[in-house]
């Protein structure tokens, strides 16, 4: 089947720890983007992937880090997270922007 | 810089009261436009990609359509089972930097009553 799956689905921390939520997909796209999404904001994209090693900015990407080291896994890496970082994030691959996107269940996370 | 503006913010409907949802966007060298639904605490799902004026797509209830500068969503005697987030999104402009950006829109919630 295919699919995008993320973990932690549920994420509840303490400001200033490290944290990784993964991504991973298993229809071998060459692109995979993050999105965070906040209620009267929509979804903000954070950063994206257009292939292994090969990954650039979204709208928002202050406080995050990403890398692609193979082709299926996309981490999101916040490495010093803040309140302003609780959201929603959705992981997405497609072969090409502009083509149909899969999205994974989602990651709702809460900094305290 | 890309826009895409959507409304109304929220629609709500009577089972079989059609209506349609608006899509506005400013983007150069347009490569497509996509719709994608959301029902709550899921991830969106692809409805329909369309990529030149006057193109047209449909699926059961709902038919998009796009101008240069807007595409709508028609639903046609919609039924509660309809009820969600209706979000579009359009690519970055081909010919600049950013050509793996996606912005999307900030969603339509569609409620239909039974």
């Known amino acids: 089947e295919a699919q995008v799956t993320q973990n932690p689905r549920y994420l509840i921390t303490v400001t200033g720890k490290k944290l990784t939520v993964t991504c991973s997909q298993n229809?071998?796209?060459?692109?995979m983007s993050w999105y965070r999404q906040d209620p009267g904001l929509g979804l903000r994209q954070i950063y994206y992937s257009m292939n292994v090693e090969v990954t650039d900015k979204g709208d928002v990407p202050e406080g995050y880090k990403v890398s692609r080291k193979e082709k299926r896994n996309f981490p999101l890496i916040l490495e010093s997270p803040s309140p302003n970082q609780t959201s929603l994030y959705f992981c997405?691959?497609?072969?090409?922007?502009?083509?149909?996107?899969?999205f994974g269940q989602g990651t709702r996370l809460t900094v305290v | 810089e890309d826009q895409v503006t959507q409304s109304p913010e929220a629609l709500r409907l009577q089972e079989g009261e059609s209506s349609s949802l608006n899509c506005s966007y400013t983007?150069?060298?347009?490569?497509?436009l996509f719709w994608y639904r959301q029902d709550p605490g899921k991830g969106p799902e692809f409805l329909f990609t369309?990529?030149?004026a006057g193109e047209e797509k449909e699926k059961e209830r709902l038919k998009a359509t796009l101008t240069k500068k807007e595409s709508f969503l028609h639903i046609t005697a919609p039924k509660p089972e309809d009820s969600a987030t209706y979000l579009c999104?359009?690519?970055?402009?081909?010919?600049?930097?950013?050509?793996?950006?996606?912005?999307f829109g900030q969603g339509t919630i569609l409620t239909v009553h039974p």
């Open positions: 997405a691959s497609s072969f090409q922007p502009t083509g149909k996107a899969f």
């Open positions: 369309l990529y030149s």
């Open positions: 999104a359009v690519p970055a402009n081909a010919g600049g930097t950013s050509y793996g950006k996606l912005t």
């Open positions: 983007v150069s060298g347009l490569r497509g």
């Open positions: 229809m071998n796209h060459e692109y």
